[in-house]
């Protein structure tokens, strides 16, 4: 089917994932008020089967997507390879989230319907933020993305520490989304357009290069999504509003609130600013290694596992950023093979942690772990395995990831980033490993927790989570491969668009493809 | 003119700015975001008389987008205030910030 988006049908069908991930939201929302005999009664189990399988059924739509061929790649909702790549993604951590939070949140008396439905609609936040080509799509998605989650963030009203969270959270996260909308006004003001193909046409067409309004919106943007990626200089609010949201809550929120954000950096940047690459590189360039080091050397001496694992989230945005930095088709495929790995590997982490942290997360401290390696051989042999993966070791996923990752930074000619990237990954083997010394090499201590209960679909979902994060370890073929055409999508797309004429300059050509409007000039 | 304008948004939004490091009340905090978004609006406005009508009309979203914001906002600080009975964020110490 030949998408031009001339009706509105059409952007119906090009949005089939998100329209139906929303209808079911609101359908779940229905079906939880209905079965409940009063407000305060815990919502049904059936709720959570519900939520799975609207995921499952927006899984499936977006698998149709790939039936769909989009006339003009500089349509407003893209019908690209990366974005069908990521909303998989985001509907495998919506997945996960689901399996891992049931217990949970039946144990803190927070089994309400509304979480789901707020984590249904953060997902369809994701994929918009992700997948569409217009700086005001991107925006709406940033905050259908972001709200959802501020309220999850400070979902537990009975722990202060939730609230503190959901505050700092928020503050910081209104903060970052006014950079974002004022850097989309510059730029908007600037380019004459806030489609992210003709942006960067008219950045190598028309020689903006060197227009301040540009420039400047670009550094805000590149502001606002260093706040969501909690890169270095902008992640004070990370660990806090880890430490504070309900733990599951945090394993959503470090993977795949993370993940969109990032895929939405990468889209709006390769496919935007490829003109400007030589300003907005160098900046990546030094908000990595600041990532990188700061995340890690703070995370050698962190005590508390939850706080620990969110330095290792920020250490992990480093090593993406390193990715970013390369900006080239092996670049982004490494990038979103790590993307993968990522959320992988840190679900599966932050879940085993919900399962020892127990009921009222009273077990955070790396002293529970003691032994853990040996009264649950389950659960240690996978947390080991997720350790592992997260420091890089041979034969896990994190490992060829990096590989990549370093693979394309030495390409580039970027062998100082490769360099500390290698550094600081042996830098994190250290607080990764002392974990798993504790769950095998230490005695458990007088009063230890009861044995921890795992229900079946949480170990449904760590034993799946682990058995991938080894076989693409060991076998990254198929999903590399799959990586490499949503990336090459990404970063080909803006060469259809017969770059180098523009219709001021009379190119005829130019304004037939990209169904370009002649510009006024600004003044 | 549209000089005059966008250097008037950008005066309001170093303002913003400004209010959201040096302040340490929540709400005048997120008063100070609320007038980065104006500020945004505000150049969105100017800019739409020289490029063309759609920034108006992201004047509309972004004015929707912010009262959503301020929905969930207020719950979170009324929230926080019930388990502290203050809104200054020096008091929010539970948690290293």
Not at chain 1, 170 to 180: E, I, Q, T, W
């Amino acid at each position: 089917m030949n998408i031009d988006f001339s009706s509105q049908i059409q952007y119906i069908v090009a949005l089939l994932p998100e329209v139906l991930l929303t209808v079911w939201a609101m359908l779940i929302l229905l079906v939880d008020v209905f079965q409940k005999e009063d407000r305060s009664e815990p919502s049904s189990p059936a709720i959570a089967w519900l939520t799975l399988l609207g995921l499952l059924l927006a899984g499936a739509a977006n698998l149709w997507l790939l039936t769909l061929r989009e006339a003009t790649p500089t349509g407003v909702i893209a019908l690209d390879g990366f974005r069908v790549f990521t909303n998989f993604l985001f509907l495998l951590a919506g997945v996960l989230f689901v399996l891992i939070s049931t217990r949970y949140l039946e144990e803190e008396r927070l089994r309400l319907g509304e979480l789901y439905v707020l984590m249904l609609l953060s997902t369809v936040g994701m994929m918009l933020f992700a997948g569409t080509r217009d700086l005001m799509l991107i925006f709406l998605g940033l905050e259908l993305l972001s709200v959802p989650i501020y309220v999850l963030t400070g979902a537990n009203r009975r722990s202060r520490l939730s609230a503190e969270g959901a505050i700092k959270y928020f503050l910081l996260g209104a903060f970052s989304s006014a950079f974002f909308l004022f850097g989309i006004a510059l730029v908007y003001g600037g380019a004459r357009t806030t489609n992210l193909t003709l942006v960067a046409q008219a950045i190598g067409v028309d020689g903006l290069r060197a227009n301040p309004l540009v420039t400047i919106g670009m550094a805000l943007l590149a502001v606002g999504f260093g706040f969501k990626v909690a890169a270095v200089p902008f992640h004070m609010w990370t660990p806090d509003a880890y430490e504070g949201a309900p733990a599951p809550v945090t394993a959503f929120m470090a993977a795949s609130v993370k993940a969109a954000a990032f895929a939405a950096f990468l889209r709006v940047f390769l496919t935007a600013f490829p003109g400007l690459y030589d300003t907005w590189g160098r900046m990546v360039f030094w908000l990595a290694i600041l990532t990188m080091v700061v995340a890690n050397l703070t995370a050698l001496v962190e005590p508390n596992v939850k706080r620990m694992l969110a330095y290792s989230s920020i250490a992990h945005a480093g090593y993406l950023l390193v990715a970013l930095a390369s900006a080239s088709v092996i670049g982004a495929a490494s990038f979103l093979f790590y993307l993968v790995i990522y959320t992988l590997m840190t679900i599966g982490a932050f879940a085993v942690m919900v399962a020892v942290a127990g009921r009222g997360e009273e077990w955070l401290d790396i002293e529970s772990y003691s032994g853990l390696g040996w009264r649950q051989p389950l659960l240690g042999v996978v947390m080991t395995i997720f350790l592992l993966s997260l420091a890089g070791f041979p034969f896990t996923g994190g490992f060829i990831g990096k590989v990549f990752i370093l693979r394309a930074a030495v390409e580039k000619g970027m062998n100082w980033l490769a360099v500390i990237l290698v550094l600081t990954s042996l830098v994190s083997y250290w607080y990764y490993l002392r974990v798993a010394w504790y769950m095998w090499f230490r005695e458990a201590p007088a009063g230890a927790p009861q044995p921890v209960r795992t229900p079946r679909a949480m170990t449904a979902a760590l034993v799946a989570a682990a058995i991938l994060v080894v076989a693409l370890g060991v076998a990254p073929g198929g999903l590399l491969r799959a990586a490499q055409d949503g990336a090459s999508a990404l970063l080909q797309a803006p060469a259809a668009c017969t770059y180098g004429r523009s219709p001021a300059r009379g190119g005829g050509a130019g304004a037939d493809v990209c169904h370009l409007t002649p510009r006024r000039p600004l003044g | 003119m549209l000089t005059l304008s966008l250097v008037l948004a950008a005066i309001l939004f170093a303002i913003g700015v400004l209010g959201v490091v040096i302040r340490r009340n929540a709400i005048i905090l997120f008063m100070c975001v609320e007038l980065m978004l104006n500020a945004a609006n505000l150049a969105f406005i100017a800019l739409s008389r020289a490029v063309g009508i759609e920034g108006q009309v992201f004047v509309f979203f972004v004015i929707s987008v912010a009262a959503a914001e301020a929905a969930v906002g207020l719950a979170i600080i009324i929230s926080i205030f019930r388990h502290i009975e203050t809104v200054d964020i020096k008091n929010f110490n539970l948690l290293r910030w």
